[in-house]
């Protein structure tokens, strides 16, 4: 049996040791936002819990969209001048090597639980479908005029995508990759994104300035009107509201799911575009365009408690936060 003593010495050792681990371990709790810089051809990493860039990484030509995968610790930024994929090690934040395209892409999508990434390719209207293990190209399908925005289903069934030239919603079976139908939305839609059930797409109609509400399961469309130009759009997990950024209005409109308004308008920066929710602190995000910052939202209040210097013309197109792994 141990004397007092000593087992008080051992505790105290043992409690060092613990903080020492705290100290010197990485902040996972809040994860980290990637933000694609265009003109400067870099990628800024935000870690939110320090609210400041941590690590400046250079990629392809004019990088526009991101996708994440916890899973892989990688970042993949899609360079639409450069027409190639840049891959990011995430836990070195380090780029390792960029992948040629032979197209144009813009946005980016990876399959829950699957080494499968989808890329719009803008100028060619296809999606083009990539296995992550060797980046090499598996298929592709041709669709509508300009797809920009796009997003996995949770299960991983279906890929839906905003043809920004033909005004309309594709609704891509991922097994056969075949479109499945079509939803005729607002004018010139652009960004999208899903409920956390899959239940509900939001969609951002640029030249309408509204965000269509579909149910993925009847079809049926809800029209919301939000501000001026409006671009990308983001979820609250808890299914109430949803956040669309507006580029000619500096500002974030917030809407009520249930009401199916408005009840909100928060000034950002200039020319906001991507926008993405940090479910740990409860944040939104948004790259500012011409301010070349990032505004931080506060949920609780639909107040900016910070902005963030990033790169030039920052876009951040798509889910551009890493949530940390439990």
């Known amino acids: 049996m141990l004397q007092p003593t000593l087992k008080y010495f ?44 941590i690590a400046t990484i250079p990629v392809g030509k004019a ?3 991101v996708a994440v995968s916890a899973k892989l610790a990688k970042v993949y930024i899609s360079n ?9 090690d995430a836990n070195k934040f380090e780029h ?51 797809p920009a925005g796009i997003i996995v289903s949770p299960d991983g069934k279906k890929l839906y995508v905003a043809n920004r030239d033909s005004n309309d919603i594709a609704i891509i079976d991922t097994e056969k990759l075949v479109v499945l139908s079509r939803i005729n939305v607002g004018e010139h839609p652009y960004g ?26 009847t079809g049926q469309i809800d029209t919301v009107r939000v ?22 209005g500096d500002t974030v409109s ?9 009840i909100a308008s928060i000034h950002v920066g200039g020319f906001p575009e ?17 301010d070349n910052t990032v505004s931080v939202i506060d949920a609780s209040t639909n107040k900016v408690t910070a902005s963030i210097l990033t790169g030039n013309q920052s876009r951040a197109f798509g889910q551009f936060i890493l949530e940390p792994v439990h």
Not at 96 to 119: H, M, Q, R, T, W
Not at 227 to 248: L, S
Not at 254 to 262: E, H, Q
């Open 63 to 65: 990088p526009v969209g």
């Open 96 to 146: 390792l090597e960029d992948f040629p395209i032979k197209g144009s892409p813009v946005g980016l999508a990876i399959a829950p639980n699957s080494n499968v990434l989808y890329v719009a390719d803008w100028y060619e209207d296809r999606i083009l479908e990539i296995n992550l293990s060797d980046m090499q190209q598996q298929r592709e399908i041709h669709i509508g005029k300009a």
């Open 10 to 53: 051992i505790r105290q050792i043992s409690a060092c040791a613990a903080l020492c681990v705290a100290l010197t371990t990485p902040a996972l709790a809040a994860g980290y936002a990637y933000i694609t810089n265009q003109a400067s051809n870099n990628v800024s990493v935000i870690d939110i819990s320090k609210q400041q860039v």
């Open 274 to 290: 991507g926008i993405a929710f940090q479910a740990a602190t409860q944040q939104i995000f948004v790259a500012n365009w011409f």
């Open 254 to 262: 917030v809407v009520d799911i249930a009401l199916k308004k408005t």
């Open 192 to 217: 999208l994104t899903l409920s956390p059930d899959g239940q509900k797409l939001y969609v951002v109609n640029v030249y309408s300035n509204t965000v269509s509400l579909v149910d993925t399961e």
């Open 227 to 248: 501000g001026e130009h409006p671009y990308c759009v983001a979820v609250n997990p808890n299914g109430q509201y949803i956040y669309v950024t507006n580029t000619q």
């Open 80 to 88: 639409v001048e450069g027409q190639s994929i840049s891959i990011i």
